[in-house]
């Protein structure tokens, strides 16, 4: 009898619809959402009162209606914190893009661009445009181009260059990178046939020179960016090669993967070629990624001889992997930044974080051991701990760089499992790894305490602990 009571007494849709309340979130959810999701609020508490559930006053309808609302409206691709220790990870977006290149890409969104127009002429111009200059000035090259990433970059540049004839590469640069995505796989949509020389660990002058033949349009060489060949090894450096196509009267590209475009060393970081030394040492085309190493969006870059770069263009796959002016402003931004190498690493997050010391990194985590002790207490543990951050994508796949963190440990089971669910579900998910029975939060890449901290609690003790 009183279940019937509470449920006659039910507010309608329609009611709720008109209320002073709801008015807002209909604003700003729009009719058709906020009504969908009354109605399956509506049944939900239907559903609880007849379990024997007591009736929610009016407050508590328009507070499971906001739950409801919110989770309707979270989206995946939300702000996180990568306390994985990777950097440059590539399920979580790679490289954040710097202050100056988030305000030209919002710049591009909010307004009409010149981007394929001339304002000089007034006549049609090219995307390409906007950033060949820079390029060029960075690296050494005659010309530049780019497309939406470096296995786009690779691909129309084998196309263009050697397509119906053959690619020669060293067996130990078939590289195979993230989603089981082949070189082999890329060369053979490109139309070009592999020709494979030396083996796995040992390749020489003289292999490449016994592949050429009438066939050949050019030698490949990979960077092997993502796993090393150690021991009784050889290969043919950069500059030898590109002797050798050119005397053969082929080209070469040179892959670099990440690539990179000033000294990693001068940064305390271990050293990867760079894109203005495979130019110098002769290769005909070099290409490279934008969002790794580089610190911007994701793109593919091609640098390297004008008549290859012209071929490049002029290729239709050129339209299918273009990029768009939001890419491309962001892109122009961050390129610009390299322009004064002094600040570099102040204004690049990428390097910011990949520099950051250990010891700044430890008495961050003596700052924050407290607080996340005071939550997480008593189920689970919180002490200081060195642990080794990683570049990321490819990038110094054995390098590491020394780090420190906090290490959340429990009682056993599946607690650490729970535990990093439950900090993946906060407002702001927090993401770390679990290693050597700890659920280790490596702080390098934690650049706002504060909203760490506020993430922490709008969890609460009671959803973490």
């Not at 491309?328 to 997050?349: G, V």
Request: aromatic share 2%.
């Amino acid at each position: 009898m009183d279940a019937s009571a509470d449920l006659r007494a039910l507010p309608s849709v329609d009611q709720m619809l008109k209320a002073p309340d709801v008015l807002p979130l209909v604003e700003k959810h729009g009719r058709v959402v906020v009504t969908d999701e009354l109605r399956a609020t509506l049944a939900e508490i239907r559903a609880a009162v007849r379990g024997g559930r007591a009736m929610p006053d009016a407050g508590g309808i328009i507070a499971s209606l906001l739950s409801r609302l919110a989770f309707r409206d979270r989206s995946n691709l939300r702000p996180l914190f990568n306390l994985t220790g990777t950097v440059l990870h590539t399920n979580l977006g790679r490289a954040i893009l710097a202050e100056e290149a988030i305000a030209a890409a919002v710049d591009a969104m909010r307004n009409a661009a010149a981007l394929e127009f001339d304002l000089e002429t007034g006549r049609r111009g090219e995307r390409d445009s906007h950033l060949r200059e820079l390029l060029c000035e960075l690296t050494g090259a005659e010309d530049a181009t780019i497309v939406n990433n470096n296995a786009a970059a690779v691909l129309i540049a084998l196309n263009a260059v050697g397509a119906g004839r053959e690619a020669i590469v060293s067996r130990g640069e078939l590289i195979e990178i993230g989603g089981a995505f082949r070189m082999p796989d890329i060369m053979q949509r490109a139309g070009v046939r592999l020709v494979e020389v030396g083996t796995t660990n040992r390749t020489h002058a003289k292999d490449y020179i016994g592949a050429i033949g009438p066939e050949t349009a050019l030698i490949l060489k990979v960077h092997t960016s993502n796993y090393r060949i150690e021991g009784f090894t050889a290969e043919v450096q950069g500059r030898e090669l590109a002797t050798i196509a050119r005397q053969a009267g082929v080209a070469l590209l040179n892959d670099l993967g990440s690539g990179t475009l000033v000294d990693l060393s001068d940064f305390g970081l271990a050293r990867e070629p760079t894109v203005r030394e495979a130019v110098a040492e002769g290769a005909d085309l070099v290409t490279f990624s934008g969002d790794k190493l580089l610190g911007g969006p994701q793109a593919g870059f091609i640098v390297g001889r004008k008549d290859l770069i012209a071929r490049v263009n002029s290729n239709p796959l050129k339209r299918a992997l273009r990029v768009d002016k939001i890419r491309i402003a962001a892109m122009a931004a961050t390129l610009k930044l390299y322009r004064d190498p002094d600040r570099l690493a102040t204004r690049l997050p990428t390097l910011r974080m990949l520099s950051r010391r250990q010891p700044e990194i430890r008495a961050q985590a003596e700052r924050l051991a407290p607080y996340m002790a005071a939550i997480l207490a008593p189920a689970h543990a919180v002490e200081l701990c060195d642990c080794s951050s990683q570049i990321g994508s490819g990038a110094l796949p054995v390098d590491t760089i020394p780090s420190a963190g906090l290490k959340l440990t429990a009682a056993g089971g599946t607690a650490l499992e729970e535990l990093a669910a439950r900090l993946r579900s906060l407002p702001r998910p927090i993401i770390g790894r679990i290693q050597d029975g700890g659920l280790i939060l490596d702080l390098r890449c934690l650049t706002d305490e504060a909203a760490f901290l506020e993430s922490l609690a709008e969890g609460g003790a009671d959803a973490l602990a």
